[in-house]
């Protein structure tokens, strides 16, 4: 009896404390997962846990499953040699799994991503890195929300409408020639995923998010983002791009589901930002 007692409790306290047995499950053969991979990758192997191309940071149990963050940190720098040239972020048990895709190019630098996510469920998250070799590579975390894609938006009707497509970029710090420069896009956007009830009506408003984003600079491709409600309310992206010293423009354009187009632009001048980073 005994023994048993000594078992139920060690039980409970891996499952309460999050033993790293569980920690190291990716979750590679359950069904939901095995079908988005088809769909995506047919057979393509997969390197699994693959932390030396790619990392996926989101927190183990998320404060507000609305609005989870979420990093996927790239180990290699982009160069034309050798690139991540594609990333997915992948939440397995989401009503739309297949959050978004990228499509980056070597004038990214570094293809460093952060976002806000919703999430639906208890959930395996997967960053998901296609090299321009071809070869793939995938780091998994498991996530604990719930509720994130039928939650009642942050902002009434009214007022996510009076800001709609109201965008903003910024380069954020020193920013020096030929070096990867961090940026973050803010766009004002309902998101709505059509999964949330409306209170007093009992109706699900119709599905109206951000669709693509792209992000070029001095008339170059930095990247490009599918996107879907899976996406959080105003959306926001931090990636990096590579300035010159001849400057340029860093440009977002955003298109929704209703083909509504946003942008948002800055003049970059690397030498200006690096002069006034050091005053």
């Known amino acids: ?69 979420m990093a996927i940190r790239a180990k290699l720098p982009q160069t034309p040699e050798r690139y991540i040239r594609k990333l997915w972020l992948v939440i397995d048990k989401n009503p739309s799994p297949v959050g978004v895709a990228f499509t980056l190019t070597p004038g990214s630098g570094l293809a460093d991503i952060e976002t806000r996510v919703r999430v639906e469920e208890y959930t395996h998250a997967r960053a998901i890195a296609e090299l321009n070799d071809g070869s793939l590579h995938m780091h998994t975390r498991f996530v604990k929300a719930s509720g994130g894609c039928s939650a009642p938006a942050g ?29 973050q896009l803010m766009v004002s956007h309902p998101q709505t995923s059509g999964l ?39 959306p926001s992206l931090r990636f990096h791009f590579v300035p010159t010293a001849a400057g340029g423009e860093l440009k977002a354009e955003i298109v929704d589901t209703k083909d509504r187009r946003f942008t948002a632009a800055i003049d970059v001048n690397a030498r200006q930002y690096a002069e006034s980073a050091v005053r």
């Not at 499952?15 to 095995?34: C, I, T």
């Not at 769909?39 to 998320?62: C, G, H, K, M, Y």
């Not at 380069?171 to 070096?179: L, Q, S």
């Not at 599905?207 to 600079?217: D, E, L, Q």
């Open 196 to 234: 949330a009830i409306d209170q007093l009506t009992r109706l699900a408003p119709a599905p109206y998010f951000v669709r693509s984003i792209a992000i070029s600079y001095a008339g170059k491709p930095v990247l490009t983002a599918d996107v879907d409600f899976t996406i959080s309310e105003n």
């Open 155 to 183: 902002k009434d009707a009214e007022a996510a409408l009076a800001n709609l497509g109201k965008t903003k970029l910024r380069v954020e710090g020193p920013v020096k020639p030929g070096e990867p420069a961090l940026a």
């Open 1 to 69: 009896m005994l023994l048993l007692t000594r078992m139920l409790l060690t039980a409970f306290f891996t499952v309460s404390l999050g033993a790293p047995a569980l920690a190291a499950d990716d979750g590679a053969d359950n069904e939901r997962w095995q079908s988005i991979r088809k769909s995506l990758f047919a057979d393509r192997p997969i390197a699994q846990n693959a932390t030396d191309i790619v990392e996926l940071e989101a927190p183990i149990r998320a404060a507000d499953a609305a609005v989870v963050p």
